[in-house]
């Protein structure tokens, strides 16, 4: 059974950092192009980034570019998002996903608030 | 604002068939492959058609996906009350170099 669980979100304030990681299971997550997607509060969906299986491509969304950094470990078979310079704007519930152009299995997301 | 188009909201009787549109540019749904997606309040999106009209394992042949042009629709036939939910299309753009999302539609079954 593919299970995808982030973890790492909360309470952050403008201008701090957060890590969230999302960890895999039931396939094999070496083989998987991952994505980030994050919604804020009753909006929509928004993809942010992309890591592909080997870790040699990664693509941003423009808004994160520069603050954002997406990562893997493979061993641990999970995918990271350091974030940095938060931003009330950063507000959301983030998902990892698997998948590039489409997304087959999402996590059940984890809340990221930026709040002084 | 999102670049794929698609309408708030949409209703339809139980046992009816409703069509949502999801409408894009040639930079993105009129030369690539589109997906849809199904969001119940407080849970994770669900993949519901990837490849414009191929459903994943599980998923009932009720629901359907096509496009023409820079414009794909869902359908979803024999409503019922349980797929009231929001629905969202998305694919990738060249232009932008990013996999977009409609802004989604939310279905009511009356």
Redesign the interface.
Known sequence: QVKLMESGGGLAKPGGSLRLSCEGSGFTFSDAHMSWIRQAPGKGLEWISYLSATGMYVSYVDSVRGRFIISRDNAKRSIFLQMHDLRGEDTATYYCARGKNWFDKWGPGTLVTVSS | Q?ALTQPPSVSAAPGQKVTMSCSGSSSNVGH??V?W?Q?FPG?????LI??DKKR?SGIPDRFSGSKSGTSATLDIAGLQTGDEADY?C???DSSL????????TKLTVL
Do not use: E, N, R, V
């Not at chain 2, 849970?43 to 993949?47: E, G, Y």
């Not at chain 2, 170099?97 to 989604?104: E, K, P, V």
């Open positions: 999102s690539f492959l997906s997606y969001q849970t994770a999106p669900k993949l990837y490849d994943p969202y998305a694919a990738w170099s990013l996999t977009i999302f409609g802004g989604g």
